[in-house]
């Protein structure tokens, strides 16, 4: 049991798993506001496919901005080759 707790622990503080949140809470922001503006709840579906259809990549690279602007010490993620494996 305690494994499992260890193992929920390190999800929770893992980085993918903060950008996962940060992400869903715009999503349920964009919800909001486009259910506010069409004057009745568009659902989760629809507010996530409209999202990322108009805002994903805009908020990434302002998100991966504001990351770098704070930890400047962190080199630029990128992908592994075979030969750096």
């Not at 809470?25 to 507010?47: C, P, Q, T, V």
């Not at 108009?54 to 901005?65: L, N």
């Not at 080199?75 to 030969?83: E, G, K, T």
Request: no cysteine; hydrophobic share 35%; proline share 4%.
């Amino acid at each position: 049991m305690k494994e499992i707790e260890n193992s929920r622990d390190f999800v929770k503080q893992s980085s993918l798993y903060q950008e996962f949140l940060a992400e869903r809470e715009e999503i349920l922001r964009h919800k909001w506001l486009e259910s506010e503006r069409l004057g009745y709840d568009i659902g989760f579906e629809r507010a996530l496919l409209d999202w990322i259809r108009k805002h994903r990549e805009g908020w990434r690279a302002a998100r991966r901005a504001q990351l770098q602007s704070m930890y400047p010490q962190h080199p630029p993620q990128h992908q592994h080759s075979a030969a750096q494996s």
